[in-house]
């Protein structure tokens, strides 16, 4: 299992496209991703549209990112990347 932190930095935060591009991103791996907003513990299934939009996350907000399975180190590396370009809006 890996267990590591990531921020929204995109000014929108994690919007419905942002979210769309994350749930695809995570369906493409076999491992089971979640997220955890640190402030108020909300939990998200990042392969679930509608859970990670319960996260309400804008800018700033950070997250713990818990992934576990075969594939989770590919997964870990593509997710924070994503996180890093700000989902393509920066």
């Given amino acids: 299992m890996i267990e590591t932190d990531v921020k929204i930095i995109n000014p929108l935060g994690l919007h419905a496209r942002a979210a769309a591009q994350l749930v695809r991103l995570a369906g ?39 992934i576990d399975g075969s594939d989770e180190i590919e997964a870990k590396e593509a997710i924070i990347e994503i996180f890093e370009r700000g989902f393509g809006e920066i």
């Fill in 28 to 66: 493409k791996f076999k491992s089971k991703i979640q997220l955890i907003r640190q402030d108020n513990a909300v939990m998200a299934d990042a392969k679930s549209i509608l859970s990670v939009l319960t996260l309400a996350a804008s800018k700033g907000t950070k997250l713990q990112l818990f």
